[in-house]
């Protein structure tokens, strides 16, 4: 007689409830999802835009070839050719207020000897200042990173500025020291062989989602149940028992496990009881239609840029799309008053005839793009068991040690997959 699986609930289908989902799938169960939203993909996403009529993503996404639970999760779901990965780890960047342009160009292996070459590190840096990364390891729970390096030296405002801005999403002032350490360790300790960027093929969701959502399908799961929202959990001390549903209720049995892959506002509000970080960043996408496809320098992945409102700069197509993180000011303005700040900045950067006109653009604000990465947030970070034993959480927001990536919501989907296989022996 074959075994009764316990049954297994996952509301929220992110990439944290998702890879959940593959890694339970894998060991034989058949684990139910349910999306408050149309669709998959939660912050990770891309859709066909009809003013630009073109496919975007919600957002850049930048993952790095040495993500291993990235790499890990496009290998259980077979999408590994879906994710594009950079011949070099080569980024180049402008200045936009001097028009001075350079590459940082990591070497492959794993010394860093690219550090003692001055046309590959950033100009006017010397090697010594780069030692202060180490300042990261040793950085104590309530150091910020503008406290470990000299932001008047010109390292500061080309480097470590762009960078904490783009990992956390949360300006250096009052990011978290700590929490830039593993990607420092990545990028110097294992060589730029770690470091490739990496883009999708054609889009986050084509990469990401729906080969996640196939794989499960080819594997009797149940379909995700969308439209389905998550009102109440109902509970005793140490355990879920039901989980109630704008339009149905599902009771849970002693051994049946549920999967919160929300986000901490939600579980806030569901169960007050679980501490989550208070605040969030905004991220702000401006997505325009170029007249012809453009390249940028060394047929990079993207570009950054100093000395600007724009930070990144990533080319798809004919399609232009710029990153601003840390943009809780930003994402106030119009969409229009956006545009045209940020359009004659990308005009120049493309090298574009002075006075192009404004084209086609699409400009997305995610407002609560990821929790505001502070020393604060780290201490209200929650691991994936809970104080109720049939419930886990994931989530890019809780403790993986990680910055809140795309990394780091897989990592906690597997690490809830980890703990409920554990949980019933079969761990
Ligand atoms: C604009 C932008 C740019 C980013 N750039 C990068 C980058 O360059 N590199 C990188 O690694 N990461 C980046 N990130 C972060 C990355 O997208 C996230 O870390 C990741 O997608 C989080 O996945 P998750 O599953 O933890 O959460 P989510 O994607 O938020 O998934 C949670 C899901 O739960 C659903 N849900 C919410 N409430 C309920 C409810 N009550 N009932 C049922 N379902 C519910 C939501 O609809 C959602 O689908 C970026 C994020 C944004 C927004």
């Known amino acids: ?9 996952i509301v929220g289908a992110g990439l944290a409830g998702l890879a959940c989902a593959v890694r339970l799938a894998q060991a034989g169960l058949k684990p139910a999802l349910y999306e408050a939203a149309d669709h998959a993909g939660g912050r990770c996403r891309s859709y066909f835009d009809p003013a630009l009529d073109r496919l975007i993503d919600n957002g850049n ?16 779901i077979g999408a590994t050719d879906e994710l594009l990965i950079a011949p070099e780890p080569a980024i180049p960047f402008i200045d936009l207020r001097t028009g001075q342009r350079w590459t940082l160009r990591p070497n492959q ?36 990173i503008a406290e470990c390096f000299d932001a008047k030296k010109p390292l500061y405002e080309r480097f470590w500025e762009p960078l904490t801005i783009a990992i956390l999403n949360t300006s250096p002032q009052t990011a978290a020291a700590r929490l830039l350490w593993p990607v420092m360790a990545l990028l110097f300790g294992k060589g730029g062989k770690a470091a490739l960027p990496c883009q999708p093929r054609e889009g986050l969701s084509q990469t990401f989602i729906d080969p996640a959502l196939a794989w499960l399908a080819a594997r009797d799961c149940p379909a995700p149940s969308f439209y389905t929202r998550l009102k109440a959990v109902e509970r005793t001390n140490d355990q879920v028992k039901g989980l109630d549903f704008a339009s149905q209720r599902i009771n849970i049995p002693t051994d049946g496990k549920v999967v919160l892959a929300l986000p901490p506002a939600g579980i806030s509000g569901l169960l007050p009881e679980i501490t989550t970080p ?12 170029l007249q012809t496809p453009c390249a940028l320098p060394d047929d990079a992945y993207l ?14 197509g004919d399609i232009a799309s ?9 994402a106030t303005e119009s969409a229009e008053i956006i545009a045209g700040k940020i359009w004659p900045e990308i005009a120049t950067a493309l090298g574009l005839t002075a006075g192009t006109p404004l084209p086609p653009f699409r400009i997305v604000k995610e407002k609560r793009a ?13 691991g994936t068991r809970t104080r109720f034993t049939n419930l886990y959480l994931a989530g890019d927001w809780t403790d993986t040690g990680l910055p809140a990536t795309i990394e780091g919501a897989i990592l906690s989907g597997h690490k809830a997959a980890a703990a409920i296989l554990k949980d019933i022996g079969k761990g």
């Open 322 to 330: 710029v990153t601003i993180s840390a943009a809780d000011d930003l």
């Open 109 to 144: 292996g794993r010394f860093p000897w690219w550090l003692f070459l001055k046309d590959r590190r950033v100009p006017d840096s010397r090697v010594y200042e780069y030692l202060a990364a180490l300042k990261l390891a040793l950085a104590g729970p309530e150091t910020r």
């Open 278 to 289: 208070e605040k969030s960043c905004a991220i702000v996408n401006a997505h325009f239609r």
């Open 370 to 382: 990821t929790f505001a990465q502070t020393p604060a947030s780290l201490s209200r970070r929650p």
């Open 61 to 76: 996404h930048l993952v790095l070839s040495g993500n291993v639970a990235v790499q890990g999760y496009l290998a259980d």
């Open 1 to 9: 007689m074959t075994k009764v699986q316990p049954s297994v609930h």
């Open 303 to 316: 570009l950054g840029l100093v000395g600007a409102t724009s930070q990144w700069l990533f080319l798809r």
